[in-house]
């Protein structure tokens, strides 16, 4: 909402500056967009008029000009050829500051003959002109004028924001009351004097939906003369962005401006019989005043007379039934449309209109037929004409209900201590009527003003007092501190994410963070992309599914790097993978992704690959309280992991982490260069940690004798899993056996095709003896026997 | 038989020897040739035997102090020489210590969670707690619980993401367009009193430099019987100085409009623009930081709390924004595009926890 500062002048007598009614409206909630002031940097200008022009003694393109300005007349020299005798222009005196072209005039000589000052082109003083040489101006201006009255620029232009709870800011009278209010001045707005009707109407109205609808009035004007507004009225609509059109239509523009009250006219020629408010039908379509047809739905408020849709009730007009030059009998709309429908209208016409906008948010119910009196006053008096007497369909609204308040919930609630009888002085300013509740009642009776439909308790007028009052005097206390015990203060699974987050990134990966969205081609790619994840409004088709995992955007990013000739991006998320739209279906990930480039060092380093992101995954569970010892491994993995290059690890049946090689094959889904590695970890997938016994340790077991090992070799199948031969031997003798590790894996010459060697390092740590060799033997064949049983081997001789 | 000149004359010549031996097997040799079984200073205690007492008196305390000289000057030498070798070896088994290591991993913490851990820090220590809720969320939840009614205009200002998919109750969630539903479900779940925080993804169908489509809000709630706007600007202020770390901060409450609070403030903190970078703690200038109010009895009341007894407050606030002014990135769209060059240069060491030490907290 835009409007100048002469025109919330007419509304409020103040003798604040500018910048004070731009702080006052900041602190009284009307925030501020920006304030234009055009005119600011025109200050040194003022008009001046040429009284003869003669050309330089020295110089064959300059002339000496004597001219007439607010200093008296003086000598300066000019380059411009359109500089005359009888030209009134722009003058700069000495010392000026002349913007367009960044320097401070000096008394110098200019080819010897001394220039007093100068005159002033539009470019040299930033002005949006396109015309060469120096200003043209009305010759009827006075000398001495500043130029930014001569020019109107000296109205600066306040831009607000206006808040959807406050449609009556949508009027500058609004404005001044809350300015008035709080203290910058008085209101003093011109009562609006309503015009006798002479003859009856010959247009009637009627209301068929008054839920719709609930007000219409109307009046019927003869005998005016259209055409183009005077032109204070074309200076205000224009300075506020409207391009005026006719008085007509100027004046609605107006009145909706400055009381946010919207109005129609309508020529009078072009109606069918009477005007009838109701709901659209079906096939009904009209020509707007945009241009465009629409067609209407039972759902939309209509204005019609007995043949045709006219418009689109409070929201837009017909062209057909438009004001002309021509027109000569009109007949001005005032009504009320409800709010919600009018909201429903606009979003699905797609309209936006000064009216829809005001009706949408809810326009002063009080003002229905005020509003048509002020504009009937100012076609009479700019149209001439002669008015009938007003036409009522349906009745005004109920005013807002009347609230009952404890003036002490302003210190209860805002915390800002404020006399009862200024509760009561704050509200009266701004509208509201108060009255006591009952003689031994400290509670009064507030009744808001139909202008302000968003007061519905207690806390909006605590608000209205204290805004007036001003937020400042809030007071600042101590702030507070936990006292004593607390529980931890974030869930296992973000306590968990912030670890693992700090333990993957020690591990040299880079921490992202992608979009939630995936082309859903990339989501399907990942075991996702179902209908149910599908974004029904997407800002770009590329980002319209929700990802099943963060995979897919971190390869692509890992690549983005790589063309960019970083490669070797390690990157990773601690964030969510959306499996359905269910809580539960949002899975929090700790996922990382490497596209490992062959190692280049001066000792020999292998090329990274699934071991080395088990290690880092093993690194990063044990960090976040993962039960590493009690994981399962399995090769059974999604889709988009290369099979027999990716593993599982699980917790019973539920897989806590995967890691390994994507799948080439959903690698070139998403355009991304084979191989990748990743790891994917479920944080939620853990077990809680226990809850009993709080975090208290066992005792620290430091046993004296020493620990041996001993080192075995199988002969197994290909087939068998090396850690089926581990979970072997550390099951043979659980009192014994402390450790077991797989140190060598061996296939070639000396084996036979289909069988591999598997050796292992058994630690064994005696508990209350040393062990005898005997001991040793028997251990050993436990070992022996417990592989040989679950992997079918043989002990390698 | 032997003149005391004859010994002076093995005691000279054994150590010369000894001094121009220059290994230790020299060295061993030498010691064997002398001090041996059959060595040469051994013959001559031998010799003592076949001595007269005079003879012996006289002679023997001499052989002593030669021999014990003899075997001082090959230990001696013999250190020397190890040490010589020791020096020698660790020299041919020198390296280029100029030579890389393998390349060192430098891994980064992303700016938005190094500062979700700040918050969370600085709020913690005021004792809230941290709540959290699903970014795929309900229409209630997301407006309607937080009295934006039906088809009401302020809807349209969260420019809102749509799923296919639809509630329990027909409508069709939505991508959480701030984190407040978390006030919600707390709400729901949890008895007064309230005091949280929560963080998390938000959305909003919105992009230029200085909107994504995805951000992070912070949103914090306190609900119990006496809790005023006084209280919200209390905690807001020390919060804001603890996060930037100085103590002039200036903010400023300005009225505003919520559908969910009622008053409702706006704040913005003081900065100076002047050097085309925005700095906080110093100028005359505003930057509007985070939205606040006193929650509205309506959202009191549809989350199942009396607003006759209970009240209280929120805030909420842009995770990413609040990193950008406080380590001074310019553009928000890169927080998103993982380039490694910007998580490297923004991104912060792991090791460096927010909290005291780090002085944040």
């Known amino acids: 909402m835009k409007f100048t500062l002469s025109w919330l002048k007419e509304h409020l007598a103040t003798d604040a500056s500018l910048d004070d009614i731009v702080e006052r409206m900041t602190m009284t909630g009307l925030e501020v967009e920006g304030v234009e002031d055009a005119g600011a940097k025109l200050g040194a200008f003022t008009v001046a008029r040429i009284i003869s022009a003669a050309k330089h003694p020295n110089a064959d393109k300059l002339q000496v000009c004597q001219v007439e300005t607010k200093l008296g007349t003086l000598e300066v020299v000019c380059g411009a050829p359109n500089a005359r005798a009888g030209l009134v222009t722009a003058f700069a005196p000495i010392g000026a500051y002349i913007p367009g072209s960044g320097i401070t005039l000096e008394p110098k000589p200019v080819r010897g003959v001394v220039s007093n000052g100068m005159l002033c082109s539009g470019a040299e003083l930033e002005l949006d002109t396109d015309a060469d040489g120096i200003l043209e101006l009305d010759p009827e201006l006075k000398v001495g004028t500043p130029l930014a009255e001569a020019l109107h620029l000296n109205d600066p232009v306040v831009d607000i924001e206006v808040t959807p709870n406050r449609p009556d800011w949508l009027g500058v009278h609004g404005i001044a009351r809350d300015l008035a209010a709080a203290g910058l001045g008085k209101v003093t707005t011109k009562p609006i004097l309503p015009v006798p009707g002479r003859f009856p109407s010959p247009v009637k109205v009627t209301i068929e939906n008054d839920e719709a609808c609930p007000m219409f009035s109307g009046r019927y004007i003869r005998g005016v003369k259209n055409g183009p507004s005077p032109a204070w009225l074309q200076q205000r609509l224009r300075a506020v962005g409207l391009r005026p059109r006719s008085i007509l239509v100027d004046i609605t523009n107006f009145i909706s401006l400055d009381r946010s009250r919207p109005l129609h006219v309508y020529d009078a020629s072009k109606l069918k019989g009477a005007i009838h408010a109701r709901l659209g039908r079906e096939g009904e379509s009209f020509k707007a005043l945009d241009g465009n047809v629409y067609d209407v739905s039972p759902t939309m408020c209509v204005i019609a007379d007995d043949e045709k849709v006219l418009g689109l009730g409070g929201i837009i007009g017909g062209e057909e039934s438009g004001c002309s030059e021509a027109t000569t009998d009109v007949f001005l709309e005032s009504a009320y449309f409800d709010s919600t429908r009018t909201h429903a209208t606009g979003r699905a016409t797609g309209i936006v209109s000064d009216a829809q906008y005001r009706f949408a948010r809810g326009v002063d119910s009080g003002f229905v037929v005020s509003g048509l009196e002020m504009a009937t006053r100012m076609v009479l008096d700019l149209c001439g004409g002669e008015a009938s007497e007003v036409v009522i369909a349906g009745e005004e609204p109920a005013p807002p209900k009347p609230v009952t308040f404890d003036p002490d919930r302003v210190r209860a609630l805002a915390g800002i201590d404020v006399k009862p009888t200024r509760v009561r002085a704050v509200l009266k300013d701004l509208g509201f009527e108060t009255s006591a509740e009952g003689q031994s009642s400290k509670r009064i009776v507030v009744e808001p003003p139909t202008w302000r439909r968003d007061i519905e308790g207690p806390a909006d007028l605590v608000e209205e007092v204290a805004r007036i009052e001003g937020f400042d005097k809030m007071p600042v206390l101590a702030p507070p501190r936990a006292a004593g015990f607390r529980a931890p203060p974030a869930s296992v699974g973000e306590s968990r994410t912030r670890i693992g987050r700090r333990a993957t990134a020690s591990l040299g990966y880079n921490e992202a963070i992608t979009w939630s969205f995936t082309p859903r081609a990339h989501a399907q790619a990942f075991g996702g992309g179902g209908e149910e994840m599908l974004v029904a409004n997407p800002i770009a088709s590329d980002l319209d599914c929700m990802r099943p995992s963060a995979l897919p955007n971190l390869l692509v990013a890992a690549q983005r790097n790589a063309d960019r000739g970083f490669d070797d991006a390690r990157l990773f998320e601690a964030g969510p993978a959306y499996r359905d739209t269910t809580q539960a279906g949002q899975l929090r990930t700790i996922t990382a992704a490497w596209l490992a480039r062959p190692p280049r060092h001066w000792r020999a380093a292998p090329q990274p690959d699934i071991f080395d992101m088990k290690r880092d995954l093993v690194i990063v569970l044990e960090a976040i309280g993962a039960p590493v010892a009690s994981l399962q491994t399995s090769n059974e993995v999604p889709a988009h992991w290369r099979p027999g290059r990716a593993g599982a690890l699980r917790l019973g049946n539920k897989p806590v982490a995967i890691f390994g090689e994507i799948h080439p094959r959903a690698l070139k889904a998403i355009g991304v260069e084979a191989p990748a590695l990743a790891f994917e970890i479920f944080v939620d997938a853990l077990p809680q940690p226990r809850a009993k016994g709080g975090r208290s340790k066992p005792p620290l077991e430091k046993l004296d004798l020493q620990p041996l090992s001993r080192d075995f070799a199988f002969i197994v199948d290909d087939a068998v899993a090396a850690a089926d031969v581990v979970r072997a031997a550390i099951g043979a003798d659980k009192a014994l056996i402390a450790d077991v590790s797989l140190f060598d894996v061996y296939r070639g010459e000396r084996m036979q095709t289909g069988k591999k060697s598997l050796a292992i390092e058994v630690t064994l740590q005696p508990r209350e003896k040393t062990l005898t060799d005997a001991d040793i033997e028997a251990v050993s064949a436990k070992v022996v026997s417990a592989v040989m049983k679950a992997t079918g081997g043989t002990l390698r001789g | ?361």
């Open chain 2, 1 to 361: 038989m032997t003149a005391n000149t004859d010994l002076e004359t093995i005691e000279r010549d054994l150590l010369a020897r000894v001094g121009a031996a220059n290994d230790e097997a020299t060295l061993e040799a030498l010691r064997v040739e002398a001090l041996g079984k059959q060595g040469s200073i051994s013959a001559l205690m031998k010799n003592l035997g076949s001595m007269s007492p005079e003879e012996r008196k006289e002679f023997g305390p001499k052989l002593n102090g030669l021999k014990d000289r003899v075997t001082e000057a090959i230990v001696v030498k013999k250190a020397t020489l190890a040490e010589a070798a020791l020096d020698a070896q660790l020299k041919a088994e020198a390296v280029d210590v100029t030579l890389p290591p393998v390349k060192p991993r430098s891994g980064t913490i992303h700016p938005v969670s190094q500062v979700m851990e700040e918050l969370a820090q600085i709020f913690g220590e005021m004792g809230f707690s941290v709540e959290e809720g699903p970014d795929i969320e309900t229409d209630f939840n997301n407006f309607t619980a937080l009295n934006f009614p039906p088809k009401h205009p302020a809807r349209e200002t969260h420019d809102t993401f749509f799923m296919d998919a639809k509630d329990e109750r027909g409508e069709r969630k939505v991508l959480r367009t701030h984190t407040s539903p978390v006030q919600v479900r707390t709400m729901l779940k949890q008895k007064p009193p309230i005091r949280m925080i929560c963080m998390g993804r938000t959305f909003r169908k919105d992009s230029d430099a200085t909107h994504t489509p995805m951000f992070h809000q912070i949103e914090g709630l306190v609900i119990d019987e006496t809790s005023t706007m006084a209280d919200l600007k209390s905690v807001l202020i020390a919060a804001i100085k603890a996060y930037f770390e100085v103590d002039d901060v200036k903010l400023r409450f300005r009225p505003h409009h919520f559908p969910f609070t009622e008053p409702s403030a706006e704040v913005d903190v003081g900065c100076d623009r002047s050097g085309g970078q925005i700095k906080i703690g110093a100028g005359d200038d505003w930057l509007e930081i985070l939205g606040s109010g006193m929650v509205h009895p309506n959202v009191l009341a549809n989350c199942g709390i009396d607003p006759e007894k209970y009240q209280g407050y929120a805030f909420g606030m842009g995770i990413d924004r609040l990193a950008m002014l406080k380590y001074g990135m310019n553009d928000l769209r890169a927080f998103f595009d993982a380039d490694t060059r910007w998580l490297k240069h923004y991104g912060f060491s792991p090791y460096l926890l927010p909290g005291l030490a780090q002085g944040v907290g």
